[in-house]
């Protein structure tokens, strides 16, 4: 007999339980090149309800789908001079094809403001032309050194906007409007609580002229930037010559946005729901939303399968999705394949049953089973589902709350707070500070901690009047964590 | 004034036609890169109506969506001979990432075969585990001497399909399904009719045992293949080790297939229903299927343009894609719009109009305009909608049955027809002959005519009896056309 593999816990090692918890639950397997990973069904899933999910936002926005080519020549990373310094160090490059040697090589994208700049300065004669609004779903490459399924990956899965306006306002509006509607959907969506923020220049987009962000924090109190959305000003339009005719006739410089979220959310996903079982997925995301389990010996009871696909009938006539394990596996190893694929919602369902006119169900992040009536089933599934829905955001919100400090107020404080949480095997959470604007300040924290700046939160649980590192005056209020 | 550029007919120059509509219709724009191509807004959405409608094939079909890695080790494409062979001439290769030249080069992946045997080889155990039926939406490079927006890019979008099956006649089952499925969305889609048959060995895809096509005419009587489906034997389970434990534990190979469609479609469907005017879309697919515009000042008529908002909300609730003209243009001017954007029905609506509560529709394909009540508005433009459905795949099948020639039975016959076809400016059209199954037959014809074997249809109009070239026996009845 096979040796069963070691458990790992999500209290203990967080990363191994990671690796365990997308393996067990069929997400992903690595692809044959370092940092690649194949999104398995479920995994590929989940973003395409994501996909679906923005698509919508985007059309209420009146943003349109365009495609852009991959590929990118090397002049053109080098017009923005920020741009290529911040890419150039993770840009894979085919220099040779049909085989024959290129004469200018060619950069797998890393992100889109070279060639969609270079296509918008062409498109854009006059101010009719503006705003100009963009949005693509891509395969994007970056390679790094340290990759992490769906966290850190050679290549990934994103959307990437690209917006040119006639005036800073308007473009603000944009930078500030696709933030929100990301956190809208982590929120929503995911179940994810995020903190929306502007990141310091340190943490700024290469090229930008301010960076946003929403940041959320994971179960081993990292933090994860789910999505950032960046206001260009002019310094794309300088570069790519995006220039208009105003009203008045005279070129003027069109102010830009950009903006992204990829399958890293997938990751954070994962690692803000999933528990000791595994995979735990809130309802309006879960690729599987109910499995049905039948009770007892089924070819004794044909009776109990046929009424089992009569009510996950019932349940797909209602828009859920929906599996029936009529497998020939135990009941007890259905539960836990159900649990590890992280299923919101099982159905238990035997003779007994059929005698009362009733189901068993049991939610995923709950530990007591419940009889429902079969008279009325699908809207109380449905009810069940929108609670879980609310219950999981509600659950991360304390769970991150439990996670905040507020009152670390010196580099020594937290060192002892980091020391004190590792001796105690805690996890050391997110610590709001005073900040005195300098990069100095930020690296000098990093050094003796691994705590970065996360953002610069709108909305702080509090303001901070002191810089941790200098004592000097805080201009900011800032997240720092540990991040992914 | 700007001299006006000079407007090429679809009768006289079809390439430069094609390019012009395309352009007008502002579905593409050409990339940085050579070959590439820029898909903008109205170009994109093409393909996420056909994504739509593949996916809900797929679904019923039980085949799940996956994402693979785009790039390929050189030495997975080595281990299938054929494969390596048909695809090295095409192939981009990375050869540097991060500054550092890579060890082992890596494609662009031109098609997945070899990266998805790979992972199928993991995942693939016993018996139970088959068939495994995957899907997946991606960007593939090719490399190719000539290219044309849409229909041969260096970079294009496509789905691929591959399956593994646990005996050949349930392969054999699959790659037909997918066919037919095909041939099904080119019908009722995209209302471009095909001939569905397999394809010569001459014409295989590298590494299938048979490969089966849909080919479509367009309107200069070109062919495009417009899918096709294979079946690889154990071709690839042998390359890549895809083997399974059978119910009699023995490791067996499985049988596997594949199958794709790609933006080419998009380029067979403008050549398919395009006019002088340009653009023509079936109703299923427009990205805009009703254009609003409003006749007479609007200033003056401000209840005109209220009532025609109306009336865009009536048909948006209906789920029509609609759009609504308001744009300071002359109605002359936005006729045109609509008409080289391919939009389906035109509704135009003034004052005298509302005196009489009706609008004026005007279909893309039609001469005549139509007065159609107020009253029922939104059912009577369905209606008209759903018969220009009809209509363009009727009018597609007369084009294609008056171009198809069964009475050419030599290659002398064939070279006067092109003669005498190229002297009265007529086009060449496909012909139906018979074929002895060699190669030397295919390629006599191919050099002295341009014409190629298109497929051996499954139910060709007439049975062909003697090779055109050779003058023996024919084996095959098959279609002959020059081709994109």
Same mark, same amino acid.
């Given at each position: 007999?096979?040796?069963?593999?070691?458990?790992?816990?999500?209290?203990?090692?967080?990363?191994?339980?990671?690796?365990?918890?997308?393996?067990?639950?069929?997400?992903?397997?690595?692809?044959?090149?370092?940092?690649? #990973?194949?999104?398995?069904?479920? %995994?590929?899933?989940?973003?395409?309800?994501?996909?679906?999910?923005?698509?919508?936002?985007?059309?209420?926005?009146? #943003?349109?789908?365009?495609?852009?080519?991959?590929? #990118?020549?090397?002049?053109?990373?080098?017009?923005?001079?920020?741009?290529?310094?911040?890419?150039?160090?993770?840009?894979?490059?085919?220099?040779?094809?049909?085989?024959?040697?290129?004469?200018?090589?060619?950069?797998?994208?890393?992100?889109?403001?070279?060639?969609?700049?270079?296509?918008?300065?062409?498109?854009?004669?006059?101010?009719?032309?503006?705003?100009?609004? +963009?949005?693509?779903?891509?395969?994007?490459?970056?390679?790094?050194?340290?990759?992490?399924?769906?966290?850190?990956?050679?290549?990934?899965?994103?959307?990437?906007?690209?917006?040119?306006?006639?005036?800073?306002?308007?473009?603000?509006?944009?930078?500030?409007?696709?933030?929100?509607?990301?956190?809208?959907?982590?929120?929503? +969506?995911?179940?994810?609580?995020?903190?929306?923020?502007?990141?310091?220049?340190?943490?700024?987009?290469?090229?930008?002229?301010?960076?946003?962000?929403?940041?959320?924090?994971?179960?081993?109190?990292?933090?994860?930037?789910?999505?950032?959305?960046?206001?260009? %000003?002019?310094?794309?339009?300088?570069?790519?010559?995006?220039?208009?005719?105003?009203?008045?006739?005279?070129?003027?410089?069109?102010?830009?946005?950009?903006?992204?979220?990829?399958?890293? /959310?997938?990751?954070?996903?994962?690692?803000?729901?999933?528990?000791?079982?595994?995979?735990?997925?809130?309802?309006?995301?879960?690729?599987?939303?109910?499995?049905?389990?039948?009770?007892?010996?089924?070819?004794?009871?044909?009776?109990?399968?046929?009424?089992?696909?009569?009510?996950?009938?019932?349940?797909?006539?209602?828009?859920?999705?929906?599996?029936?394990?009529?497998?020939?596996?135990?009941? %007890?190893?259905?539960?836990?394949?159900?649990?590890?694929?992280?299923?919101?919602?099982?159905?238990?369902?035997?003779?007994?049953?059929?005698?009362?006119?009733?189901?068993?169900?049991?939610?995923?992040? /709950?530990?007591?089973?419940?009889?429902?009536?079969?008279?009325?089933?699908?809207?109380?599934?449905?009810?069940?589902?929108?609670?879980?829905?609310?219950?999981?955001?509600?659950?991360?919100?304390?769970?991150?709350?439990?996670?905040?400090?507020?009152?670390?107020?010196?580099?020594?404080?937290?060192?002892?707070?980091?020391?004190?949480?590792?001796?105690?095997?805690?996890?050391?959470?997110?610590?709001?500070? %005073?900040?005195?604007?300098?990069?100095?300040?930020?690296?000098?924290?990093?050094?003796?901690?691994?705590?970065?700046?996360?953002?610069?939160?709108?909305?702080?649980?509090?303001?901070?009047?002191?810089?941790?590192?200098?004592?000097?005056?805080?201009?900011?209020?800032?997240?720092?964590?540990?991040?992914?």
């Amino acid at each position: 007999m096979e040796k069963k593999p070691e458990t790992h816990l999500q209290e203990t090692d967080f990363s191994k339980w990671f690796l365990q918890a997308i393996q067990q639950g069929d997400l992903f397997a690595y692809g044959p090149v370092r940092g690649t #990973i194949i999104f398995k069904p479920d %995994g590929y899933e989940l973003w395409e309800h994501y996909q679906e999910a923005f698509n919508k936002k985007l059309r209420a926005e009146g #943003i349109r789908n365009a495609y852009f080519p991959m590929l #990118i020549p090397e002049s053109y990373f080098l017009k923005e001079k920020d741009h290529v310094e911040g890419f150039a160090p993770e840009l894979p490059w085919v220099t040779e094809a049909a085989g024959e040697e290129l004469e200018e090589k060619l950069a797998l994208r890393p992100t889109s403001e070279t060639v969609i700049g270079g296509a918008m300065s062409e498109w854009i004669n006059s101010y009719r032309d503006l705003p100009m609004e +963009l949005n693509q779903w891509a395969n994007v490459f970056r390679w790094e050194k340290r990759t992490l399924p769906f966290l850190r990956t050679s290549e990934f899965l994103w959307q990437e906007g690209h917006t040119a306006h006639a005036s800073e306002e308007e473009a603000r509006e944009r930078t500030m409007r696709m933030l929100n509607i990301y956190a809208d959907l982590c929120e929503n +969506l995911l179940a994810m609580p995020v903190y929306a923020g502007q990141k310091t220049p340190s943490e700024r987009f290469a090229g930008a002229v301010d960076t946003y962000s929403i940041e959320a924090m994971m179960k081993d109190t990292k933090a994860v930037q789910a999505g950032t959305s960046h206001y260009m %000003g002019t310094n794309f339009a300088d570069a790519f010559d995006i220039k208009y005719l105003n009203s008045d006739n005279q070129h003027t410089l069109a102010y830009t946005t950009s903006w992204g979220t990829s399958t890293r /959310l997938l990751g954070a996903l994962i690692m803000t729901h999933g528990d000791e079982q595994g995979l735990v997925f809130p309802p309006k995301i879960a690729p599987t939303q109910v499995v049905l389990i039948p009770a007892g010996n089924m070819k004794k009871n044909p009776d109990v399968l046929d009424k089992l696909k009569d009510i996950k009938r019932d349940l797909q006539d209602a828009d859920l999705r929906v599996r029936l394990d009529d497998s020939n596996n135990s009941a %007890g190893y259905k539960f836990n394949d159900a649990e590890v694929h992280g299923v919101p919602l099982r159905i238990e369902f035997g003779p007994r049953d059929m005698e009362n006119n009733q189901v068993m169900i049991k939610m995923r992040d /709950l530990d007591d089973k419940e009889a429902l009536p079969l008279d009325g089933l699908v809207d109380a599934v449905k009810e069940r589902l929108d609670k879980m829905q609310t219950r999981l955001l509600e659950t991360a919100k304390e769970f991150r709350q439990a996670h905040e400090h507020y009152d670390i107020d010196t580099l020594e404080d937290l060192q002892a707070h980091i020391e004190k949480c590792e001796a105690n095997g805690e996890r050391p959470g997110w610590i709001l500070a %005073g900040w005195d604007g300098t990069d100095e300040s930020e690296a000098a924290i990093k050094e003796a901690t691994g705590f970065t700046s996360r953002n610069i939160p709108f909305n702080p649980p509090m303001e901070k009047t002191v810089d941790l590192y200098s004592g000097k005056p805080a201009k900011h209020t800032v997240w720092f964590a540990r991040a992914y």
